[in-house]
């Protein structure tokens, strides 16, 4: 990684912090196949970096995001449909903002996963249907610092 995407990652993990742990979490709930909020959990409490398979379920609700517009407590366990109708709890769909953050920039093998990325920004853009989520001001700083590095890129790219 270079040193920008360092500093960010440093970044992410300072300003993201409560939002990366466990304690300020309700207590998960189950579902019938594939529990939403106990991957999250989990994912939580191994410290926030998803190795392999982790990566592909955080794909998998990515295109839950972006196509239902809806984080479910329960999906099949390939994570194709939902099995259960009720949206995660607010707080579990701020620590998914805030885990593909921090897996966007610190987990991948290349310096962004714009994936991963862009299905932050449609979470925070309002993307998610009701009920509506409050997302904390230091992910707007966050996503506005990647957008200045991404720019910077593609401007020294051209040049």
Do not use: W
């Amino acid at each position: 990684m270079n040193t920008p995407m360092l500093d960010l990652a440093a970044a992410i993990e300072t300003d993201l912090r409560p939002h990366l742990s466990c304690d300020a979490l309700p207590e998960p709930r189950d579902a019938r196949e594939f529990s939403t909020e106990k991957f999250i959990h989990r994912q939580l409490a191994q410290g926030g970096v998803a190795d392999a398979d982790g990566r592909r379920v955080l794909d998998a609700l990515c295109k839950r995001v972006e196509v239902i517009r809806k984080v479910q407590v329960g999906y099949t366990y390939d994570i194709s449909k939902a099995v259960e109708r009720e949206a995660v709890k607010e707080p579990y769909a701020v620590a998914l903002a805030a885990l593909l953050l921090r897996n966007c920039v610190v987990a991948a093998d290349q310096p962004l996963d714009y994936k991963f990325f862009n299905c932050v920004l449609k979470m925070l853009g309002g993307t998610l249907i009701p009920p509506a989520t409050e997302f904390p001001a230091e992910f707007t700083g966050l996503t506005d610092t990647i957008l200045i590095q991404i720019a910077g890129r593609l401007d020294a790219k051209r040049a």
